[in-house]
């Protein structure tokens, strides 16, 4: 089992940057393709960006190419979002998420823990 803990959120004005992390304890953090997902108030949680155990490959939903970037530091123990260029279509809570499958999968696959989750309000 792993535990998640989220940090990093805030408010921003749009244009703005903020960098997430999520730092994991418990079984071995290598054991697991990580990610992050994101729910925006009235709306369904949705798969923001994975990355494999290595931090070989990495994937990204459309809407955030360019302007998001996920990675990990596995002596840290530690994945990482890097945002960019937010926009307040971005606001929501941003939840990591860790899975014993693959970092591919994890865009259509639940995966096996979720941390809180952390605020990101973009203002316009």
């Known amino acids: 089992q792993v535990q998640l803990a989220e940090s990093g959120g805030g408010l921003v004005q749009a244009g703005g940057s903020l960098r997430l992390s999520c730092a994991a304890s418990g079984r071995t953090f290598t054991s697991y393709a990580m990610g992050w997902f994101r729910q925006a108030p009235g709306k369904e949680r949705e798969y923001v960006a994975a990355?494999?155990?290595?931090?070989?490959?990495?994937y990204y939903a459309d809407f955030v190419k360019g302007r998001f970037t996920i990675s990990r530091d596995n002596v840290k123990n530690t994945v990482y979002l890097q945002m960019n260029s937010l926009n307040p279509e971005d606001t929501a809570v941003y939840y990591c998420?860790?899975?014993?499958?693959?970092?591919?999968?994890?865009?259509?696959?639940?995966?096996?823990?979720w941390g809180q989750g952390t605020q990101v309000t973009v203002s316009s």
């Open positions: 998420a860790a899975t014993l499958s693959t970092a591919q999968a994890m865009s259509f696959r639940p995966p096996n823990y």
């Open positions: 990355i494999s155990r290595n931090s070989g490959i990495t």
